[in-house]
């Protein structure tokens, strides 16, 4: 007996097979994002010396950012801008918790992660505000920084005050009262 499979019936099974695939290894079927760095991190920072918390605020922490050559196209009038925008992957990053507790927070408040900037994330990627003060040869060289030497970097946009630099009164009260501003 010779059975007719149709179309809709091979899509019908292949889904089952990639679902009972899902199932059988023990987890959600879940899409999985793969990026390719664009560059590397040059600091005088590792996790044996620490980082600044927030690069921006010591702005004497310096470094450069080495952009792979199939990428150095891709800054022509970077130069323009004082301020870039930096998202880079915190490849150091090993385990993450629900909750963090931000240096010199107050003592009264719990924070969900998602509510600090801890680096130990579910998905850990850094983004930080560095001053650009030139670019040579593929490399930027950047102030500001609060990265590790060798933290792969995956994209750089320009900073715009009128978009990245919301003004929001209410974020900054609770910054104030959270004890998370210097």
Known sequence: ?????TNYGKLIILFILC???GIMNGQDIIQQIV???IGVFHSPYSPETGAPRQGILIPE????IEIYPEYQRALKNMELFEYIIVIYHLDKVQKWNHTAKP???NPDYKFGLFATRSPNR??????????LEKVENGMLYVSGVDAFE????LDIKPYLPSVDGVKSIQNEMIEKELGLHD
């Not at 579910?122 to 001053?131: Q, R, S, Y």
Request: charged share 10%; glycine share 12%; net charge positive.
């Open 1 to 5: 007996m010779k059975i007719r499979v």
């Open 19 to 21: 679902l009972n695939a």
């Open 35 to 37: 990026y390719k760095p």
């Open 61 to 64: 922490g310096n470094g450069t």
């Open 103 to 105: 240096p010199a927070s």
């Open 122 to 131: 579910p998905n850990p990627i850094g983004l930080a505000t560095v001053k």
């Open 150 to 153: 060798g933290t792969p970097v």
